[in-house]
């Protein structure tokens, strides 16, 4: 059943699962607060209810426009260096990465479907994350997960890459809110290192609220630079 309904291309074999897992030793995972979990499980659940509409509408889409499996798993790491199924809705090709093999996405790849790029452009092909949510595997608010055969590259030139996973990946994180999905790794690090030092739900909150302005509000603005204004990052600092 799972094979058809998700595509899993390219799994991380069990000897790189094993090294990132092991390279993740030096940097125990931080307790996960009451008040954080329980607000991811009622948001999640709340959101699967409100967004079953759009569930089927883009099962449909993805079905008719290219025949096959709905969802897309990227094996990434969470938590203490652990590889997990990261549920997506498909956006391209079926076996998109068959030729290539695991590689970050670009900025105009002809692999994205027709309703593939409504669905990256309003992050909506980020709503099956919710059951890795509910699974314990995400939060909300976290470091974005990498794929697990990326990581374990980006570990033998940065072993302090690992610092990252100390607390849950989430779907939105403070290095897509403050930057570029196109910055490096170690740029990307720097802003995740930032993140662990201040996650707390208000903090979340804040991100959680700038990453929605930023998809459904200054994506969709005209002469828009790609940048979150300075303000709404700095505000938390001046209390």
């Known amino acids: ?25 030096a940097f125990p995972a931080k ?5 954080k979990r329980a607000f991811d499980v009622s948001l999640a659940l709340g959101g ?4 079953s509409p759009v569930w089927i509408l883009f099962s449909l889409l993805i079905w008719l426009e290219d025949p096959g499996p709905l969802l897309f798993v990227k094996n990434s790491v969470g938590q203490a260096g652990a590889n997990f199924r990261q549920f ?14 695991p590689v970050l996405a670009e900025q105009s790849d002809a692999r994205v479907l027709r309703i593939g790029k409504l669905m990256r452009k309003t992050a909506l092909d980020e709503l099956p994350q919710l059951i890795n949510i509910l699974k314990g595997e995400m939060s909300f608010v976290g470091p974005r997960p990498q794929r697990t055969v990326l990581v374990r590259d980006y570990l ?22 403050a930057a570029s999905y196109y ?10 290192r930032l993140y662990v030092r201040h996650a707390g739900l208000g903090f979340d909150l804040r991100l959680l609220t700038i990453a929605l302005l930023l ?25």
């Open 1 to 25: 059943m799972g094979a058809r309904l998700w595509e899993d291309n390219q799994p991380p074999s069990e000897q790189i699962r094993r090294e990132v897992f092991e390279a993740h030793r």
């Open 31 to 35: 307790r996960i607060p009451f008040s």
């Open 48 to 51: 699967i209810v409100l967004s």
């Open 88 to 101: 997506k809705f498909r956006s391209m090709v079926r076996e998109a990465e068959k030729g290539t093999g």
């Open 156 to 177: 033998l030139e940065m072993p302090e890459y690992a610092e990252r996973h100390v607390v849950q990946p989430g779907i939105a994180g403070l290095a897509q809110v």
């Open 183 to 192: 910055i490096t790794p170690r740029q990307k690090l720097r802003f995740d």
């Open 215 to 239: 998809v459904f509000y200054l994506r969709w603005k005209p002469g828009w630079d790609g940048k979150v204004p300075r303000g709404w990052l700095r505000a938390r600092s001046q209390r």
